[in-house]
């Protein structure tokens, strides 16, 4: 699992040498939420609010995040995509899927059905999951 996660570091950062893994995966975040809180996002991956303070505040200066007050509670910020983040998410985004592509492509319909098969499997399960056996 760390020369996997090692290898999507390296890939990550050939992809989108301009947004950092963790950028790149606020900024998804944000997409596929429709926005949020910079706490809710700071739950949701389990990180100090800090941490993710510092990271908006680049995705802010660089034009990719801002914030907005919720129209429920104007006391709440909440973040959103800018259009350059929306047009920055989609570029590399494309990229990557084009990547994975060209790495899959010479692969049988059988290995993509058995991948897929693991990926389900593997993203199915949480944390102190008993493991389950191939078919099961």
């Known amino acids: ?4 996660a090692r290898r999507a570091r390296a890939l990550a950062g050939r992809l989108h040498p301009e947004l950092s893994l963790v950028s790149y995966t606020l900024l998804g975040h944000l997409e ?4 949020c809180r910079a706490t809710d996002l700071a739950d949701h991956y389990a990180l100090d609010k800090s941490t993710v303070s510092r990271q908006v505040a680049v995705l802010e200066r660089e034009g990719l995040v801002e914030r907005r007050q919720d129209a429920a509670d104007q006391r709440v910020q ?4 800018t259009d350059a983040g929306r047009r920055m ?3 590399v985004t494309d990229r990557r899927r084009a990547a994975v592509e060209e790495r899959l492509s010479g692969w049988t319909e059988e290995d993509l059905a058995r991948f897929a098969s693991y990926l389900e499997r593997y993203n199915a399960g949480l944390p102190g999951d008993a493991p389950t056996a191939p078919g099961a």
């Open 1 to 4: 699992m760390t020369s996997f």
């Open 78 to 81: 909440v973040l959103q995509l």
């Open 32 to 35: 596929e939420s429709g926005g």
């Open 89 to 91: 998410l989609a570029r």
